[in-house]
């Protein structure tokens, strides 16, 4: 029984799909294959399979908690504006050179990650 070769170009440029034909061995050795892959599929979860179990360290747990509330945070302390914004009215906001200039190299090396 002769072999036929079928070679097409994929949608990917580049990419040719080889397939081969009427081979009485590769046709047999595809059905046994998709047979054992059919069986293990069937097999996930039955028998003695044990299964697999997740679970979560105490620190994990606490960590999550502590990442949902600072989610929850609003971006815009409301308060704090409240309060600078009146100060500022009144002009009993004042803030030094130096505070100014502490927070912008602190923020620049919080920003670095150093």
Do not use: C, H, W
């Amino acid at each position: 029984m002769p072999i036929i070769l079928q070679v097409r170009e994929s949608r990917e440029r580049g990419v040719f799909i080889m397939k081969i034909t009427n081979n009485l061995n590769v046709t047999n050795a595809m059905k046994v294959y998709k047979k054992s892959v059919k069986n293990e599929v069937g097999k996930v979860g039955s028998g003695n399979q044990p299964v697999d179990q997740l679970e979560f360290s105490t620190k994990a747990k606490e960590f999550q908690v502590a990442v949902s509330a600072f989610n929850n945070l609003p971006d815009i302390r409301e308060a704090k504006v409240n309060e600078i914004r009146s100060r500022l009215e009144e002009g009993s906001y004042n803030v030094s050179a130096k505070e100014i200039a502490e927070s912008i190299v602190r923020g620049i090396f919080v920003n670095k990650g150093v």
